[in-house]
């Protein structure tokens, strides 16, 4: 599976877009973008995914290059209960059985501020 | 509402003891996933199910073990075996959509030794 680097934290204002970019410069061409969030003690939440694609769903928008080697997540308008950290994972189509587990790195913590 | 549901939210082992977490869901998804998170870091997949009667060992099954004798339920023993059993224990289970796979998670049992 493709690697991801994300930073490893931001900043954002209360009710402004928060951008969150991730790298995956060793994606291949059946491998999925996912995005997860996991707000603290709790458990991770999907937000979205997508292939080649840009995606918006009620959440969030998902934006991938066209050379699909970097994405970005965007909460349109952040609120405090945005706070978490945000998982970028890369993973196959079909993925079952020991691969149906996600390897979630450390993410990017996100802080929405007042 | 659909979802997964964990249970107890906290429980404290005592030496020698083995404990039993659980995990249901009404989603209807064949696919089941324990995970173990240690503080800062990202989710190691412990043991996973595709299907009834079915699992396999995941990166770090030892000192675990797992049923899965319903759809629904996937219960997670950690035994006296397992010396090092705080951590935080997510459950999740895994449906097929839109081309991808979607993992949805419960809310995790938090876990320590007394």
């Known amino acids: 599976d493709a690697k991801t680097t994300q930073p490893t934290s931001m900043d954002c204002a209360e009710g402004r877009a928060a951008n969150l970019p991730c790298n995956h410069s060793?994606?291949?061409?059946?491998?999925?973008v996912y995005w997860y969030r996991q707000i603290h003690s709790q458990g991770p939440q999907y937000i979205i995914h997508g292939l080649k694609n840009n995606e918006t769903n009620e959440m969030a928008s998902l934006i991938i290059t066209e050379d699909r080697k970097s994405s970005t997540l965007i909460l349109p308008h952040a609120t405090l209960r945005d706070t978490a950290v945000y998982y970028c994972i890369v993973r196959g189509k079909d993925y079952g059985g020991s691969q149906g587990n996600l390897i979630f790195g450390k993410g990017t913590k996100l802080s929405v501020k007042p | 509402d659909g979802g997964i549901t964990q249970s107890p939210k906290y429980l404290f082992r005592k030496e020698g003891q083995n404990v039993t977490l659980s995990c249901e869901q009404n989603l209807n998804h064949d696919a089941m996933y324990w995970y173990r998170q240690d503080p800062g870091q990202g989710l190691r997949l412990i043991y996973y199910?595709?299907?009834?009667?079915?699992?396999q060992k995941g990166d770090i099954a030892e000192g675990y073990s797992v049923s899965r004798e319903k759809k629904e339920s996937f219960p997670l023993t950690v035994t006296s075996a397992q010396k090092n059993p705080t951590a935080f224990y997510l459950c999740a289970s895994t449906k097929t959509s839109g081309g991808g796979n979607i993992q949805y998670f419960g809310a995790g049992t938090r876990l320590s030794v007394l």
């Open positions: 060793t994606i291949s061409g059946n491998e999925y």
């Open positions: 199910s595709q299907i009834v009667n079915d699992f």
